[in-house]
């Protein structure tokens, strides 16, 4: 497998793009901000049409839309995260952009559409696969050195304001990088699916553990998992998309790591239960 180039690309650019994906993810989870993921991957679509509208690089469009709108979203929400109605009203205007730009290009956009909606990481050469590794490990450092700030805001807001940690700021940096990730895991994803590489491994990581540095591990461990079995399984199985694969994979991840957390929960009570059972036939 690994002896095909666009295999290689697609694991370079799959494997940091994932680990960013899984770091940023933990505090999109735990922002309760997923509905911020999922509108910046549109956004990523409208800014894509619009550069092969105007007649740019797609790229161009791409990152200059979804840093551009995470940094509107970030200054027309609240002091300490994004609202769910200011995403809406951001998410509802640049979807009639996206498909205003769509018909301004009259039908030239077919390809770079698809691309950006279905992913398109087994097409990427190696000057591309490198500068997608370089941008999410990027974006995955500079989460990474904002996450002691960043966890205290998003955990107790108002303790952290009067700690002087500047909250207003620490949410703009991080909807900036969350705006740089969405729009470099598009192209291995899709924006239709980027949600899943978000989300699902983020929410499988907060299903398994309730601390939070054990739980961003975790959540980039089982992002960087999902890409590399989900681009085997594509390889391995025709005509299944490796956008698909890795999200069927995330999906699958979350539903066990729910499935499993269940359990122990149940397990956990079952010593209570036989008690209180004991107790009253002891009364009986």
Do not use: K
Request: aromatic share 8%; hydrophobic share 60%; glycine share 12%.
């Amino acid at each position: 497998m690994f002896a095909h180039e666009f295999i290689r690309n697609a694991y370079l650019a799959g494997t940091f793009t994932a680990l960013a994906a899984g770091v940023v993810g933990w505090f999109v989870v735990l922002r309760a901000q997923v509905f911020a993921g999922d509108a910046l991957s549109h956004i990523a679509f409208t800014g894509t049409v619009a550069a092969a509208a105007i007649g740019i690089d797609a790229r161009i469009g791409l990152f200059a839309g979804t840093l551009g709108l995470a940094a509107v979203m970030a200054a027309l929400g609240p002091r300490v995260a994004v609202e769910d109605a200011t995403i809406g009203t951001v998410f509802a205007w640049i979807l009639g952009l996206g498909v205003l730009f769509e018909t301004l290009a009259a039908g030239g956009t077919g390809i770079a559409t698809a691309n950006t909606l279905f992913g398109s990481i087994f097409g990427l050469d190696a000057a591309h696969a490198r500068v997608a590794a370089g941008v999410a490990l990027a974006a995955a450092i500079a989460t990474a050195a904002l996450a002691r700030p960043l966890l205290f805001a998003s955990v107790d807001p108002a303790v952290a304001r009067a700690s002087g940690v500047p909250v207003r700021a620490v949410g703009v940096a991080f909807m900036l990088i969350l705006g740089a990730v969405a729009g470099e895991a598009t192209q291995a994803v899709g924006a239709l699916l980027l949600l899943g590489l978000i989300a699902a491994p983020a929410g499988a990581a907060r299903r398994l553990t309730a601390d939070p540095w054990t739980g961003l591990a975790l959540s980039t461990a089982i992002a960087v998992a999902c890409m590399w079995i989900g681009l085997a399984l594509s390889y391995a199985i025709n005509g299944l998309p490796p956008s698909s694969a890795v999200i069927l994979t995330a999906a699958v991840t979350y539903l066990l790591a729910a499935a499993f957390a269940g359990r122990m929960r149940a397990t956990a009570r079952l010593p209570w239960l036989r008690g209180s059972v004991a107790d009253q036939d002891a009364l009986g």
